[in-house]
């Protein structure tokens, strides 16, 4: 697979990739502003994408930098508490990432608006007594959750950079890590990411926020 260079995205330099794209085409570009409002809320509503997603997908919830959780938009220097399927870290039962940059630009000459939320795993918030980064990917890791708008389509994507296993950690969490990082690398991270992006577009399926 082809790395895509995307003004926004971080450069991929060693370690796994990928690319999750999903796209909605529409009737008219009046069309396309309105629903891309509908998906501006969604993509905001970090608590609620394991509704949209259904059982089976990680539970996201939004923590604030003093890690307390949070029932709002997210900003820079939150946190996001990942509960994936399977054995959670064992530094603190979850895997967490801290958003490290939100931007809106333009990443093509034909799209009129983007949105970006860029991540990377972290140390559990709010607690000094956590030495380790609490995630199965490295701190070198990134998670880009990008949403864009065309003249008649909307777009919802994920975009993974720099994905190795986290080796800081102690023995078992570090087995833990080679393992669920080397699933994520072959793939099943990606499909995780593809059920995301096509509920995030899917407001017929899920109940749309306003």
Excluded at 162 to 169: G, K
Aim: hydrophobic share 35%; glycine share 8%.
């Amino acid at each position: 697979m082809k790395i895509k260079e995307i003004p926004g995205i971080p450069q991929q330099k060693k370690g796994g990739f990928h690319n999750t794209e999903s796209i909605k085409e529409l009737d008219s570009p009046e069309m396309a502003v309105k629903e891309f409002a509908i998906l501006k809320s969604r993509l905001y509503s970090v608590n609620q994408w394991k509704d949209f997603c259904g059982d089976g997908f990680a539970d996201f919830r939004l923590y604030d930098s003093s890690g307390n959780y949070a029932d709002r938009s997210p900003v820079k220097g939150d946190f996001m508490r990942i509960d994936i399927p399977g054995p959670g870290t064992i530094e603190s039962g979850y895997d967490w990432v801290k958003i490290t940059d939100i931007s809106n630009q333009h990443t093509k000459e034909d799209e009129f608006e983007n949105i970006s939320i860029t991540c990377s795993p972290s140390k559990e918030p709010g607690s000094s007594d956590k030495k380790h980064t609490a995630h199965f990917y490295s701190s070198d890791a990134t998670s880009t959750f990008m949403i864009s708008r065309g003249n008649t389509y909307i777009k919802a994507a994920v975009y993974g950079r720099n994905e190795t296993a986290n080796l800081d950690a102690g023995f078992l969490g570090t087995v833990r890590n080679l393992a669920i990082a080397a699933g994520g690398m072959m793939g099943v991270s990606k499909i995780q990411w593809k059920r995301l992006t096509d509920a995030l577009l899917d407001f017929k399926m899920n109940k749309v926020l306003l």
